[in-house]
């Protein structure tokens, strides 16, 4: 490694794109071995500029993050959601170390899952009673199943992501495997767009589940009107707080716009990178899970997870982390959007609410993807590791924004040069990005009701 240092990436502006040799050396193993290559589509190697972008991480500081080949990168995605207050944090590592000393797993239940409970119940506006698990798939389906246990109906409509499992992915076009009759019961509706939600809601409509916002903003009381449907037909309300919660406010949407849903699911945000999920609720609802429905598994009292979760809470709560977020997303999304005005790049802006932004880029100026691909390529030589969102940390700094400001500065400059030349493409190192699902919206929407 001696004399390497000089040549690794950091966060400046490097004269080279970085060496992602050990990187590929790893991709190269991994290739049919580990099909997909990745167990997180987002962080697999079609999100990277293949070529350019570094595929491994080993380390994490603050908001800093090391690859496979030693170079260093400022990074904005935040392992996909979950770290809130940043890599290696030491309030939470600390409780995390502390657990350690005296078990992960146990034969009986843990002390920890009354106190997490209780500190959820004391943060989450509809949380009469909570169940924890591991993943966001995990509590999205335990929800469904209860809807439907509670009202004895099968139909689901959806908006959104939800997660891996049959009921949902049923619904895009990566449905290969699961039945057609599992399909048949699952359809989406238009967020903002109520009518879509009347047009579809009957009198077997077991639940409606959405992100409570994704990048756009609830429109003329979207939320609130929602709530007013489901209770008009009897369907219950479930929100999927997996980016809302414990960022937007510290309880989540259902905080930050005054609604309670029936039911909420939670997880990312919430320890800080350990892997636990929360399902919340009302209690009428949630009592199910005492005999009626089945949702139980291995590793859901884990303690190391229930450790971090307490610890991420609290922290959450008495640093006000949801305030500290919106200011720094604010920053980075603002500066944003002045450099691409100033540079009259009409066809890129971003947008969402400030604790995770979206960077877009419009039809007008060429292929989107290509367009996100020369930008994150760009950036990687600016020491800043990118897919296109702001997923904002405690641990993003001033420093940080401003060294990301400049760094925009100056790619945008260039992507507005190679446009103008029309030679984004050509000037792509690697294959572009590529997109997670073909269509995502208007997707499997039910027939009118007058059309049955
Ligand atoms: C809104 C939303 N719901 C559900 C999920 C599924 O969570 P998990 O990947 O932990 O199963 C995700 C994952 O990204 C998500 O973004």
């Known amino acids: 490694m001696k004399g390497m240092e000089d040549d690794m990436n950091k966060v400046e502006f490097n004269e080279h794109y970085p060496s992602i040799t050990e990187s590929d050396k790893l991709y190269a193993r991994a290739l049919r071995l580990i099909p997909s290559c990745t167990q997180t589509l987002a962080k697999g190697p079609g999100q990277y500029v293949k070529g350019v972008a570094p595929k491994y991480l080993v380390r994490g500081k603050g908001s800093h993050v090391w690859d496979a080949d030693g170079n260093e990168f400022i990074d904005y995605t935040m392992g996909v959601g979950p770290l809130s207050l940043g890599y290696s944090y030491p309030a939470v590592d600390e409780a995390i170390k502390k657990q350690l000393e005296h078990g992960i797993t146990f034969s009986l239940m843990h002390p920890l899952e009354v106190e997490v409970a209780e500190l959820i ?37 959806c908006c ?31 967020y903002n767009d109520i009518d879509s939600v009347i047009d579809s809601i009957d009198e077997n409509t077991a639940c409606v589940i959405l992100e409570p916002i994704v990048f756009e903003a609830p429109k003329e009381n979207f939320l609130h009107k929602l709530k007013d449907v489901c209770e008009q037909h009897g369907t219950i309300l479930i929100f999927d707080e997996m980016w809302t919660g414990f960022r937007l406010a510290v309880g989540g949407a259902q905080e930050y716009f005054g609604v309670k849903a029936d039911l909420a699911c939670f997880s990312k945000a919430v320890a800080n990178g350990m892997p636990i999920s929360i399902l919340a609720g ?17 590793f859901g009292g884990e303690a190391l997870s229930l450790a971090a979760a307490k610890a991420t809470i609290q922290e959450l709560r008495d640093r006000k982390v949801p305030r500290y977020l919106a200011a720094q997303g604010a920053k980075i999304k603002n500066g944003y959007n002045d450099i691409a005005r100033r540079l009259k790049m009409e066809y890129t802006r971003c947008s969402g609410f400030e604790c995770r932004t979206i960077v877009t880029f419009d039809a007008s100026a060429g292929n989107p993807l290509e367009l996100k691909s020369f930008m994150q390529q760009e950036l990687i030589k600016c020491g800043i ?9 405690f641990s993003h700094t001033d420093h940080d924004i401003d060294y990301t400001l400049t760094a925009y500065s100056e790619v945008l400059a260039k992507l507005k040069r190679a446009v103008d030349a029309d030679s984004v493409k050509q000037l792509l190192r690697g294959e572009a990005v590529e997109p997670v699902f073909r269509k995502t919206s208007n997707f499997n929407m039910k027939p009118k009701k007058v059309a049955e």
């Open 282 to 298: 009302r209690e009428d609802i949630m009592q199910l899970l005492e005999k009626d429905v089945f949702f139980f598994t291995t």
């Open 385 to 393: 590791l990118w897919s296109g969102f702001h997923n904002i940390s």
């Open 160 to 190: 959104g992501y939800h997660g891996w499992h049959d009921w949902y992915i049923g619904v895009t076009d990566r449905n290969r495997g699961i039945p057609r009759q599992v399909q048949d019961l699952t359809h989406t509706f238009n």
């Open 121 to 157: 119940r004391e943060t989450v506006p509809n949380a009469e009673a909570v169940r924890f698990s591991k993943t966001g798939a995990d509590v999205t389906t335990a929800a469904v199943r209860l809807a439907r246990a509670f009202t004895g109906r099968s139909k689901v409509l």
